[in-house]
């Protein structure tokens, strides 16, 4: 599997889900989306923080505890298992695999695509939204690198 074909099933699933999930937010202002991913266990996430619960809540870190988290989980475990189920693996080594680098940016530079961003439009995003991407190991550490940051055109 290389980056290109991961990137592009990617890009292809995250669409289908916020076509799909766009009719229930009908009405509800956004302030956040993030992918969460995790590629050592072969599962990711999307999620949507609304405006509404982002006020009442203050700057609420954790995307497991949006309103709107994983609204992509099909499945029985609480997780899509969308990674496992499809044999995606991008790692060349070891140490790339426990870092999950490749995984992280290529959500990021996911996030800049015009196709996707396109499909953002339909949504009601507030005017500070923004999207995240973070490595999950790192998020409650210092290391709060933001990767749709990190990997800006």
Not at 7 to 23: M, V
Not at 61 to 84: I, K, R, T, V
Not at 94 to 110: D, N, P
């Amino acid at each position: 599997m290389t980056r290109e074909t991961f990137k592009a099933e990617l890009k292809t699933y995250l669409i289908k889900y916020l076509k799909a999930f766009l009719r229930e937010m009908e009405g509800v202002e956004m302030r956040a989306f993030d992918i969460g991913i995790f590629p050592w266990y072969g599962y990711l996430y999307f999620s949507f923080l609304p405006t509404k619960e982002y006020n009442e809540n203050g700057n609420n870190l954790y995307a497991e505890d949006w309103e709107y988290w994983n609204f992509n989980d099909e499945s029985d475990y609480g997780h899509s298992w969308w990674m496992q189920e499809n044999n995606f693996n991008i790692f060349n080594t070891k140490e790339e695999k426990e870092a999950g680098e490749a995984y992280f940016r290529i959500c990021g530079e996911l996030l800049h695509n015009e196709e996707v961003l396109n499909v953002f439009k339909d949504y009601n995003l507030s005017e500070d939204f923004q999207f995240l991407v973070f490595n999950p190991d790192k998020a409650t550490r210092n290391d709060r690198t933001n990767y749709y940051l990190k990997v800006m055109p």
